[in-house]
C-alpha cells in the first residue's frame, strides 16, 4: 500500500504566503515525478507545478514567478511554497506522485485528499 498525505493548507490575505506539503509512504522504490494541481468547484483540475526525479521543474504560467516546487527525496515529500496569493489561487491542492514499487513495477501513481487554500481579505 501507498499512501499520500498533503498539509499546510489554510486562510490567507492576499499577499500572503503559503507552503504546502505532501508526503509519500508504503512500498515504493523510487518516485519519479510529483505534481501538484489544484481545482474550484465546477471546473477542471488544472497542474499547478510538476518536479522529477532530477529536480526539473514547470509550472502554469498563472503561477510562474510566485510559486516554487522542491523536493526532499530522503524523505519522499514534495512541497509548494506559494508567496503572493491571490484570490484565484483559492482552490483545493491536490499532490498526485508517480513510483516505482519495492517490486520494481510501475509507474503508478496516486493521489492525495486534497488540502484546501482560500486566499480572501
Known amino acids: 500500500q501507498v499512501h499520500l498525505v498533503e498539509s499546510g493548507g489554510g486562510l490567507v490575505q492576499p499577499g500572503g504566503s503559503l507552503r504546502l506539503s505532501c508526503a509519500v509512504s508504503?512500498?515504493?522504490?523510487?518516485?519519479?515525478?510529483m505534481v501538484w494541481y489544484r481545482q474550484v468547484p465546477g471546473n477542471q483540475r488544472e497542474l499547478v507545478a510538476r518536479?522529477?526525479?532530477?529536480?526539473?521543474?514547470n509550472y502554469a504560467d498563472s503561477v510562474k514567478g510566485r510559486f516554487t516546487i522542491s523536493r526532499d527525496n530522503t524523505k519522499n515529500t514534495v512541497f509548494l511554497q506559494m508567496t503572493s496569493l491571490k484570490p484565484e489561487d483559492t482552490a483545493v491542492y491536490y499532490c498526485?506522485?508517480?513510483?516505482?514499487?519495492?517490486?520494481?513495477?510501475?509507474?503508478?501513481?496516486?493521489w492525495g485528499q486534497g488540502t484546501q487554500v482560500t486566499v480572501s481579505s
Open positions: 518536479i522529477t526525479s532530477g529536480g526539473s521543474t
Open positions: 508504503g512500498s515504493i522504490f523510487s518516485i519519479t515525478a
Open positions: 498526485n506522485a508517480f513510483y516505482i514499487s519495492s517490486t520494481f513495477r510501475g509507474p503508478y501513481d496516486v
